[in-house]
């Protein structure tokens, strides 16, 4: 029985509905618990979040007394404590967006978190566009798979880079999230959708970011679809950072502050147009971003 007011311990915040926090107990319980004071403000606790939880009553009744520091948070997803983001792409219905893409790559490295590319739906194009597409992005530094959500293919690769971690699957609507995250998942099924034939669009089937216990340990986070993310303000010259292709090519440059765009001697312009291909597309994502974060850069010191 339980009498008086006790510590449960550190628990994490497997999901959030209507005030209430769903956590998951250092003892492996799944229990509600309610947040308190000023922890009670929307948004204040997200999947994710380690808490200290209190305990009294019986029944018991579970209280949010505290957030832990977070280590990472991705802002959309909302998801705490992340350690990697598996960026879902469709290889067709939907066609996929690489500008997209890269720039989940870029949200997650600003996030401190690790993105793992999944090419998913290989069935719907040809193998060796499905190859090319991802070697491309594994020689730009990338862990990439290749897989068919709906028979498997490609699950069991995905599933052992889970092992242990906190992990978020993002990407637009209709790629096939919530079908990857029954393979993952066994014995869990989550809602999933087709594509609108009318707009190309996947249809919004998962509406609040969850995280979901893996049977080899570590947590899944099925978080709703988008389709568009702006950056947060950074200084310019830190987004060549979130390239990892750009490493080695940086140092090279002429100028200590070269940002890639048309000084002389930049090694990073000249290698990767050079280089043609995914290099080259990257590069042009990369101007296309730079011109958003000067200019967020430019309102902040303006206003």
Not at 18 to 30: A, I, K, M, N, Y
Not at 211 to 218: A, V
Not at 258 to 275: D, F
Request: charged content about 25%; proline content about 7%; hydrophobic content about 40%.
């Amino acid at each position: 029985m339980t009498s008086g007011a006790g510590e449960a311990g550190t628990a994490v915040v497997l999901g959030c509905v209507g005030g209430s926090c769903q956590v998951l107990l250092p003892d492996g319980r799944e229990v509600i618990a309610w947040p308190r004071g000023r922890l009670r403000r929307e948004g204040a606790i997200v999947a994710g979040d380690r808490v200290m939880v209190s305990v009294a009553g019986e029944p018991p009744v579970y209280a949010v007394v505290k957030v832990v520091p977070r280590r990472t948070f991705l802002p959309r997803p909302p998801v705490a404590n992340v350690d990697q983001v598996l960026l879902v792409m469709a290889l067709a219905q939907p066609d996929p967006s690489l500008e997209l893409l890269d720039r989940l790559t870029v949200v997650a490295a600003l996030a401190g978190v690790e993105p793992i590319i999944i090419f998913n739906k290989v069935d719907l194009v040809a193998p060796a566009h499905a190859r090319g597409l991802a070697e491309g992005y594994c020689r730009l530094g990338y862990r990439v798979a290749l897989t068919n959500a709906r028979t498997g293919e490609g699950a069991a690769q995905v599933r052992a880079w889970l092992a242990g971690k906190i992990t978020a699957l993002a990407g637009p609507s209709g790629v096939g999230k919530s079908t990857l995250a029954n393979q993952l998942l066994p014995g869990v099924r989550l809602q999933t959708g087709e594509v609108s034939p009318k707009t190309g669009r996947g249809r919004h089937v998962t509406r609040a970011a969850r995280l979901l216990p893996l049977p080899e340990g570590g947590l899944v986070c099925d978080a709703p679809g988008f389709g568009r993310l702006d950056f947060p303000v950074i200084e310019p010259a830190l987004l060549a950072t979130c390239f990892p292709e750009m490493g080695e090519r940086v140092a090279r440059c002429r100028f200590r502050t070269c940002l890639h765009k048309e000084e002389p001697g930049c090694e990073v312009r000249e290698s990767m147009l050079g280089e043609g291909g995914v290099f080259a597309e990257r590069y042009r994502h990369y101007r296309l971003f730079l011109e958003e974060v000067e200019e967020s850069w430019r309102r902040r010191y303006q206003e």
